[in-house]
Nanobody, 121 residues
Framework: QVQLVESGGGLVQAGGSLRLSCAASGNIFSINAMGWYRQAPGKQRELVAAITSGGMPNYADSVKGRLTISRDNAKNTVYLQMNSLKPEDTAVYYC???????????????WGQGTQVTVSS
């Protein structure tokens, strides 16, 4: 009923940039907060950045000043611009969105399939 489809991952050298996109589709009534998480091998999934429906961002301390989250509500899409990438940013990045569907009144957290970001030193 609702899908999150990510794109934009890949391999980049340290200091380089990547832009991730995540588009929500399906039976959507409204989208609340959207965000990006990441999971490196052997580590727990962690919040990277989140953004409210009104556009207020929140970042993990480790990415402040280097990563920027934004969203286009007309396109139901959230973006993550990643600059000055470091090898420790290497992980699978997952999109998350809290979405209310067109049926019922509950909002549910949905996840994307994940996209690999690899930063070489």
């Amino acid at each position: 009923q609702v899908q999150l489809v990510e794109s934009g991952g890949g391999l980049v050298q340290a200091g380089g940039s990547l832009r991730l996109s995540c588009a929500a589709s399906g039976n959507i009534f409204s989208i609340n907060a959207m965000g990006w998480y990441r999971q490196a091998p052997g580590k727990q999934r962690e919040l990277v950045a989140a953004i409210t429906s009104g556009g207020m961002p929140n970042y993990a301390d480790s990415v402040k000043g280097r990563l920027t989250i934004s969203r286009d509500n007309a396109k139901n899409t959230v973006y993550l611009q990643m600059n000055s990438l470091k090898p420790e940013d290497t992980a699978v990045y997952y999109c998350n969105a809290n979405i209310r569907g067109t049926t019922g009144w509950r909002s549910i957290n949905y996840w994307g399939q994940g996209t690999q970001v690899t930063v070489s030193s």
